[in-house]
């Protein structure tokens, strides 16, 4: 399996343009998890699936940040408008409810002017 | 509200001394603590997990052990590929699925 696939690798943007980060979790994997890493707040949760039905969102800062699972391969993290603080590296993670070991790609290193 | 916290924040460590570092918690029911390995600019990669006190996990140079408040990372004889960034992380019983990461502990092993 390839992993946990996140796209794009680096994002550099506007403030108040819309963001759109990608995630295809691994196949077989029934949650899907949004952390965001900065260096002053480290690995924080934003937002997390179980068989694509969000369970916990109580992470997102505001209502600029929204995520959507449509299908078991496939997951984004809007946000809109961007800001500068939201400038920070966004991980996708997915597991199996069976053992909770996160797998994680590769980030989005998002930096908003 | 589940918690954790790790130190110290930075360590450098000469190739060979061996140290420990160190995970506090606080989760209402540990469903399982986890130890992850950072490098720069990769997401976390799963080193072990633990799930009672009195356990203990092994990995070439890395020992994790678990008490009821606390959890160890010992590195034994470090080689200067050991240098990352360590986090540790807790599934609390209300939680499935659901982990909480400390800040982590960024280790530097020098030739």
């Known amino acids: 399996d390839a992993g946990v696939i996140q796209s794009p690798r680096h994002e550099v943007t506007e403030m108040g343009q819309e963001v759109t980060l990608r995630c295809k979790p691994i196949s077989g994997h029934d949650y899907l998890f949004w952390y965001r890493q900065t260096m002053m707040r480290g690995l924080e949760l934003l937002i997390y699936f179980n068989n694509n039905v969000p369970i916990d969102d109580s992470g997102m800062p505001e209502d600029r940040f929204s995520a959507k699972m449509p299908n078991a391969s496939f997951s984004t993290l809007k946000i809109q408008p961007s800001e500068p603080r939201d400038s920070a590296v966004y991980f996708c993670?997915?597991?199996?409810?069976?053992?909770?070991?996160?797998?994680f790609g590769s980030g989005t290193q998002l930096s908003v002017l | 509200e589940d918690q954790v916290t790790q130190s110290p924040e930075a360590l450098r460590l000469q190739e060979g001394e061996s140290s420990s570092l160190n995970c506090s918690y606080t989760v209402s029911g540990l469903r399982g603590l986890f130890w992850y390995r950072q490098d720069p600019g990769k997401g976390p990669e799963f080193l072990f997990t633990l799930y009672s006190a009195g356990e203990e996990k092994e990995k070439e140079r890395l020992k994790a052990t678990l008490t009821k408040k606390e959890s160890f990372l010992h590195i034994t004889a470090p080689k200067p590929e050991d240098s990352a960034t360590y986090l540790c992380?807790?599934?609390?019983?209300?939680?499935?699925?659901?982990?909480?990461f400390g800040q982590g502990t960024t280790l530097q092993v020098k030739p």
């Open positions: 992380a807790v599934c609390g019983s209300g939680n499935t699925g659901k982990l909480i």
């Open positions: 993670a997915s597991s199996l409810m069976t053992d909770q070991k996160l797998f």
